[in-house]
C-alpha cells in the first residue's frame, strides 16, 4: 500500500520520449578508437552495492521475511563458492593444456581466492542490520525502523 502511495503522488507520470541523435549509431561507433577499449575492472564496492540491491529487491517483491533472506543469501553464498571451485578447475586445466602455468598468469588466482568479493558477493550484508546500514549509507535510502512497545 505505501508502495502505491508514493508511486501515486510522488512520482513524476510524464511520458518522456527520447530525442534522437543526430549521429547515427555506425558512424558513433567508427569514431571510437581501438586504444580507448581497456578492461577495465568491476570493483568490489559496486559489485557489493549490486547485491545489495539484489537483495532489497528480491526480499521486496516476494515479502520474505528476514530470516528467510539470509539463509537464502547463506545458500547462495554456498553456490557461488562450489562453482567457483568448478571454474578454476576448468581455468586452470585449459591453461594447462594450453602449455600456460596458472600461476603465471598475473591476478587470476587472486579471482578465485576463496575470501574475494567473487567469492563471498554478500559479505557484510548478511544480516538485518548490516543491510540496513549499507542501504542508508551507500545507497542513500531512508530505512524505516520498526518500533515496539513494551509494555512493563
Given at each position: 500500500?505505501?508502495?502505491?502511495?508514493?508511486?501515486?503522488?510522488?512520482?513524476?507520470?510524464?511520458?518522456?520520449?527520447?530525442?534522437?541523435?543526430?549521429?547515427?549509431?555506425?558512424?558513433?561507433?567508427?569514431?571510437?578508437s581501438?586504444?580507448?577499449?581497456?578492461?577495465?575492472?568491476?570493483?568490489?564496492?559496486?559489485?557489493?552495492?549490486?547485491?545489495a540491491?539484489?537483495?532489497?529487491?528480491?526480499?521486496?517483491?516476494?515479502?520474505?521475511?528476514?530470516?528467510?533472506?539470509?539463509?537464502?543469501?547463506?545458500?547462495?553464498?554456498?553456490?557461488?563458492?562450489?562453482?567457483?571451485?568448478?571454474?578454476?578447475?576448468?581455468?586452470?586445466?585449459?591453461?594447462?593444456?594450453?602449455?600456460?602455468?596458472?600461476?603465471?598468469?598475473?591476478?587470476?588466482?587472486?579471482?578465485?581466492?576463496?575470501?574475494?568479493?567473487?567469492?563471498?558477493?554478500?559479505?557484510?550484508?548478511?544480516?538485518?542490520?548490516?543491510?540496513?546500514?549499507?542501504?542508508?549509507?551507500?545507497?542513500?535510502?531512508?530505512?524505516?525502523?520498526?518500533?515496539?512497545?513494551?509494555?512493563?
Amino acid at each position: 500500500m505505501f508502495r502505491n502511495h508514493v508511486y501515486d503522488f510522488h512520482t513524476n507520470h510524464e511520458t518522456v520520449v527520447p530525442q534522437t541523435s543526430s549521429v547515427s549509431n555506425e558512424e558513433e561507433l567508427s569514431n571510437e578508437s581501438p586504444e580507448n577499449d581497456s578492461y577495465e575492472e568491476c570493483s568490489p564496492h559496486s559489485r557489493k552495492i549490486r547485491a545489495a540491491t539484489w537483495i532489497l529487491k528480491v526480499q521486496e517483491t516476494y515479502k520474505l521475511p528476514q530470516s528467510t533472506m539470509e539463509n537464502i543469501l547463506k545458500d547462495t553464498t554456498g553456490l557461488i563458492q562450489d562453482l567457483l571451485i568448478d571454474i578454476h578447475d576448468d581455468v586452470e586445466s585449459c591453461l594447462t593444456h594450453a602449455g600456460v602455468n596458472f600461476s603465471d598468469v598475473s591476478g587470476l588466482s587472486e579471482l578465485f581466492d576463496s575470501s574475494s568479493s567473487y567469492a563471498n558477493p554478500f559479505s557484510g550484508l548478511d544480516n538485518q542490520y548490516s543491510q540496513l546500514k549499507f542501504y542508508k549509507d551507500e545507497l542513500k535510502l531512508v530505512v524505516c525502523g520498526y518500533f515496539c512497545f513494551y509494555q512493563y
